[in-house]
């Protein structure tokens, strides 16, 4: 079993930004392909970014959402066992619970189904 573990969320006004972190206290996250997802109310759960597991090279295995590339940034700190969601110029609209979610084998990073573990989630507003 895979404990995972969001931090990161809050209340920050429209333009600003936030970082938000998923680590395991008893696995090794470079292990798994990461995802992150975010349910806002009265909306289904949806997609926002990935990162693979697989390849080192800093430009690939990476996948992002249309409604946030060029705004959000998904990493790796494999020292701190983390990986990190940079989110700027946040909108409105980018209010919800984010979610990271693991597994080891992924066909669609999308689909949420295809993953195994699920973090509680953090809440993340944007408002001024």
């Known amino acids: 079993q895979v404990q995972l573990v969001e931090s990161g969320g809050g209340l920050v006004q429209p333009g600003g930004s936030l970082r938000l972190s998923c680590t395991s206290p008893?696995?090794?996250?470079?292990?798994?392909?990461i995802g992150w997802f975010r349910q806002a109310p009265g909306k289904e759960r949806e997609a926002v970014s990935c990162?693979?597991?697989?390849?080192?090279?800093?430009?690939?295995?990476?996948y992002y959402a249309d409604s946030v590339k060029g705004r959000f940034t998904v990493s790796r700190d494999n020292a701190k066992n983390t990986v990190i969601l940079q989110m700027n110029s946040l909108k409105p609209e980018d209010t919800a619970v984010y979610y990271c979610?693991?597994?080891?084998?992924?066909?669609?990073?999308?689909?949420?189904?295809?993953?195994?573990?699920w973090g509680q989630g953090t809440q993340v507003t944007v408002s001024s």
């Open positions: 979610a693991a597994t080891q084998k992924i066909a669609g990073w999308t689909d949420e189904y295809q993953y195994d573990y």
């Open positions: 008893g696995s090794t996250l470079d292990y798994y392909v």
């Open positions: 990162i693979t597991n697989n390849d080192r090279n800093e430009d690939r295995g990476k």
